[in-house]
């Protein structure tokens, strides 16, 4: 049942005569302070609040004067009083209300600066649980949601970007906040209690390992409202989570115009791909065009790389996204510039390979200080009509898994090698996703069809355009190895593979229909493994 309401109307403009802030982060606070006091508004706080307004010369009363309690248990109980929140919940055009805070001595607050202990940053800086536990703000949520509430009489800044806002529209009203302004405020302040509610409750999930727990909730921070979604008439905004995983969301853009929905989409893939690749062990490239690879390579040097994932499929690669897993030298940046690119991504970049860049004004070069860890655990979140879907993610690496021969000829070193490479790429590719590779570099890749035997052939279409391109006499395909995301339901999916050249097989394996396929795998003399691991890619 409904609680009744009296259908009392909020007043347009409040005059904000008191104002109660009680703030972790200070930065602004003095300055706003100062402005809300010119303003002729009498100062509450708390706290190492109160000691930073008062230290800068203003008068400040502190909250235990409004409540008649002290500060207790290390200031866990400062502002959970029913002098603060009368104070804040009060209905002022309600007579039982007005009544009620007269009889107690209830002083009303007009204003609520608050924010709050930093239990994101504490949770991601690795302490320990006491320390975590000790992160989560009680007292600030509380005043929060209470003047949220009652944003008829009320204003509740969370948000010290907010402060010139506030100063500038006390100064047009003459002292006064107006209905629409203090709902905006209310708006996003429960959107930041929620959000932060979901850090603790997120935390709390991991911490007790309950990998599904009753209600989930996910939250973010507006980084950037965007021109548009994946198409014109879509509107879209991109959110951090606070997740401190290098990739494009903790990027620093040092040039280029601003990313479009689709260029962090796929940039996230690309760098997600060329995570999985040891930069100790060998420089990678992979460049991606709608979220699926159209090349990748490994090799010495970038330079290296580039060329070969380049040579895979130079068409798609026009105005598509590099992702690389060392610096950016000046090498790699010669001849990536070289081809219409939207977006390169890296750990970091020379200063000399910057310069080479900067000469594309549009071309937009980010470095994240880091690659993403292929084996960390993660959640990933889908949206579909009326709700989630939510998993972890796909934290399987090609080289921790058991390889087992089931054909009667073992793959060659050189084919193993390849293998590895090429299951690793197909993971970052869409189902239905098939990946010829050879020497370190991807030749062929069918990606997103509705049967694998189509993938099979497009791959091998693609490595014939893209060897008539190079001036080839015979495909890449001819002498490479194949991998497939999940195990061929058929021999003919196979047997097109074999078709294109292929001469050794990694795949999941699984199929009612496994022995068929490892018969026409020997019957052609192929090597074939299987990993027992899926990586279907939706």
Same mark, same amino acid.
């Given at each position: ?29 003095? *300055?706003?302070?100062?402005?809300? %006091? ?5 100062? =509450? ?64 607050? @007009?204003?609520?600066? !608050? ?7 504490? /949770? ?20 929060? /949601? ?12 969370? @948000?010290?970007?907010?402060?010139? $806002? ?9 002292? !006064?906040? $107006? ?45 950037? =409202? ?27 853009? &040092? ?13 996230? %893939? ?28 490994? *090799? !010495? ?24 897993? /060392? ?89 193993? +090698? ?37 993938? $099979?052939?497009?791959? +091998? ?8 391109? +190079?001036? &080839? ?12 995301? %999940? ?25 009612? /229909?496994?022995? @068929? ?22």
């Amino acid at each position: 049942m409904a609680v009744p309401t009296k259908n009392i109307p909020a007043p347009d403009l409040v005059p904000v005569r008191r104002a109660l802030l009680s703030v972790f982060d200070k930065t602004g606070l003095v *300055d706003f302070a100062k402005a809300l %006091a010119a303003a002729g508004v009498e100062l =509450v706080s708390t706290g190492g609040t109160a000691k930073t307004i008062a230290e800068a010369g203003l008068a400040v009363r502190d909250v235990s004067e409004l409540t008649g309690f002290p500060e207790i248990m290390d200031g866990r109980v400062k502002t959970l009083h029913p002098s603060v929140h009368g104070a804040l919940l009060g209905i002022r055009d309600d007579a039982e209300h007005a009544k009620a805070m007269r009889d107690h001595h209830i002083e009303p607050i @007009d204003l609520v600066v !608050s924010n709050l202990y930093p239990f994101e940053e504490v /949770r991601r800086s690795g302490a320990g649980y006491a320390s975590i536990v000790e992160n989560i703000d009680i007292g600030g949520p509380a005043m929060i /949601r209470a003047s949220a509430k009652n944003h008829a009489y009320v204003a509740i800044v969370t @948000d010290p970007a907010d402060y010139a $806002s506030v100063v500038n529209a006390l100064e047009m009203n003459l002292g !006064s906040l $107006s209905l629409d302004f203090r709902k905006k405020l209310a708006a996003k302040a429960f959107a930041r209690t929620a959000t932060y509610d979901a850090a603790i409750s997120g935390w709390f999930a991991e911490e007790l390992q309950i990998e599904h727990p009753t209600w989930r909730a996910f939250g973010g921070r507006l980084e950037q =409202v965007m021109r548009y979604g994946e198409n014109p008439h879509q509107n879209a905004g991109f959110y951090l989570s606070g997740d401190k995983r290098p990739g494009v969301a903790t990027a620093r853009q &040092l040039q280029g115009k601003q990313l479009s929905y689709n260029n962090i989409n796929d940039t996230d %893939a690309a760098f997600e791909l060329v995570g999985e690749f040891d930069p100790a062990r060998s420089a990678a490239i992979a460049i991606i065009k709608h979220a699926n690879p159209c090349g990748v390579a490994e *090799d !010495s040097s970038l330079k290296a790389a580039y060329a070969k994932a380049l040579a895979c499929d130079p068409v798609s690669a026009f105005g598509g996204i590099v992702a690389m897993n /060392r610096v950016l030298d000046v090498e790699a940046a010669e001849e990536i510039v070289k081809t219409f690119t939207e977006v390169i991504i890296a750990p970091g970049a020379t200063d000399e390979a910057a310069a080479i860049v900067a000469a594309k004004k549009n071309l937009r070069l980010l470095v994240t200080g880091g690659l993403p860890n292929p084996r960390a655990v993660g959640t990933t979140v889908k949206s579909v009509a009326g709700g989630l879907l939510v998993q972890s993610r796909d934290n399987a690496v090609v080289d921790d898994l058991e390889l087992k021969v089931v054909t009667k000829r073992a793959p060659t070193p050189a084919e193993l +090698a390849d293998l590895k490479f090429a299951f690793r790429v197909a993971k970052h590719v869409k189902s239905n996703a098939i990946v010829y590779a050879r020497d370190g570099a991807t030749v062929g890749i069918g990606a997103g069809q509705m049967s694998r035997v189509d993938s $099979s052939r497009i791959a +091998a279409r693609k490595a014939l355009d893209a060897a008539a391109a +190079a001036g &080839l006499a015979e495909p890449l395909t001819k002498g490479s190895v194949v991998a497939s995301d %999940a195990f061929f339901p058929f021999a003919d999916g196979l047997l097109s593979a074999i078709e294109a050249g292929a001469t050794a097989v990694i795949q999941p394996g699984g199929s009612m /229909r496994d022995d @068929d396929v490892i018969a026409a795998a020997d019957e052609h003399g192929i090597a074939m493994v299987f990993t027992g691991v899926r990586h279907f890619r939706h």
